[in-house]
């Protein structure tokens, strides 16, 4: 038989139990302590290093537009229409696999001049974009992958491309894009000193920082607004991308950017089907696949006015693609050239009576009639003195 002895506990033994759970409690606090010291250092260090590499970045791409040659004076007797003949893409008739119209921005200035509108010595011309300009935006990598054929003619959606050397794609390819970059650079500055400018060409919204496509090569209007930001001094941007398509590549480029309000008027429908960019739009105007004119413009009417109380601008860059003519075998809606004139009217009426400086590019616009009906609205806009060319139009 055993008995089980009970200790009796003595003020001493509790005093002792009491202070090894106490010494037990700060231990735990210390290493907690030393734990939460690192993860606060640790996350101090990487905070302040992410946003140390983020000003190096900042500075640096300050650096790159001060030093740019594409701000260029223009002398009063010119105005501000943006177009070279090298914008214009020859390829031995492969551009003619793509259907969108390589010609029809010299095709938009032939027609102005022809019908007395503009004098062809009034047309300005910009300079082509360095990769200097371009590293404004786009990554050292996205600029090297350039440097395939294969990759380019991914980009602008014509396979055969791909087989031809380099060299010769940069020309007859790439060359031509640059130009049209460096139109729309220069355009912001124009517009802020008259007051409007249209490029002739430009409007690739589809090109981000980091990637291409639906033949985009490189990304204008996010390029034209950082330059605004820096050479002008602006701090907000409205962007109205009126194109058939959505504008994901701007979209993603300005996803954080609060100095940036994107309305964009698209057919949800057809390419890019970019689901990331669209939570980035600020504004988003879907009009589906059959859209008739006057539908069409009592959506904008609604759009420009919901815009017009939401945001005030310094700038406004105007995607003005024709894909939403109707026959355009991309763009899917039924917008008679009439309607076009009338869009583009209603987008520089309401700068204007904001007095807001805007800056017009072509964009979209894939069947052949899309160059006659540009002119036409060019015109217009002349007609009701929201633009002058120089001539009575």
Not at 55 to 71: A, P, Q
Not at 140 to 168: D, H, Q
Request: glycine share 6%; net charge neutral; charged share 20%.
């Amino acid at each position: 038989m055993h008995c089980r002895v009970t200790p009796i506990p003595t003020e001493s033994t509790r005093n002792l139990c009491e202070s090894v759970a106490i010494f037990r409690v700060l231990l735990q606090y210390q290493t907690l302590s030393a734990s939460l010291y690192r993860y606060i250092l640790t996350t101090t260090m990487s905070s302040s290093a992410s946003a140390s590499s983020d000003s190096d970045e900042e500075t640096l791409r300050r650096n790159r537009i001060l030093k740019s040659k594409l701000y260029f004076d223009v002398p009063l007797s010119k105005v501000p229409v943006i177009y070279a003949a090298s914008y214009d893409i020859a390829f031995l008739g492969i551009e003619k696999l793509h259907p969108f119209d390589s010609t029809k921005w010299g095709r938009i200035c032939r027609f102005l001049v022809s019908d007395g509108a503009l004098h062809r010595s009034c047309i300005v011309e910009p300079l082509e974009a360095s990769k200097d300009d371009l590293l404004v935006v786009h990554s050292e990598s996205y600029l090297n992958s350039l440097k395939s054929s294969a990759n380019v003619a991914m980009i602008i959606e014509v396979p055969p491309v791909a087989l031809f050397p380099n060299c010769l794609v940069q020309q007859k390819v790439l060359h031509p894009f640059r130009n049209q970059v460096g139109g729309t650079i220069l355009a912001a500055k124009l517009a802020k000193e008259r007051g409007w400018a249209i490029n002739v060409g430009g409007g690739f919204h589809h090109c981000c920082g980091e990637k291409g496509g639906g033949f985009c090569a490189y990304a204008d209007i996010s390029l034209c607004i950082h330059y605004a930001f820096v050479q002008l001094n602006i701090s907000r941007v409205m962007i109205i991308d009126l194109d058939a398509h959505q504008g994901n590549g701007h979209e993603l480029d300005f996803a954080n950017d609060r100095r940036v309000y994107i309305l964009d008027m698209y057919n949800p429908g057809i390419y890019p089907f970019d689901y990331e960019a669209r939570r980035y739009i600020d504004q988003k105007v879907e009009v589906a696949s059959g859209t008739t004119t006057n539908e069409y413009l009592k959506k904008l009417d609604e759009a420009l006015e919901v815009a017009g109380h939401t945001f005030d601008p310094e700038l406004v860059v105007y995607n003005a693609g024709t894909d939403i003519l109707d026959g355009d075998p991309l763009g899917r809606l039924k917008i008679s050239p009439d309607g076009i004139a009338n869009r583009d009217e209603k987008v520089f009426r309401f700068a204007r009576e904001r007095n807001i400086p805007i800056v017009m590019l072509t964009s979209g616009g894939y069947m052949k009639s899309s160059a006659r009906v540009i002119a036409d609205s060019m015109i217009n806009l002349s007609k009701k003195s929201l633009i002058d060319l120089g001539k009575n139009a």
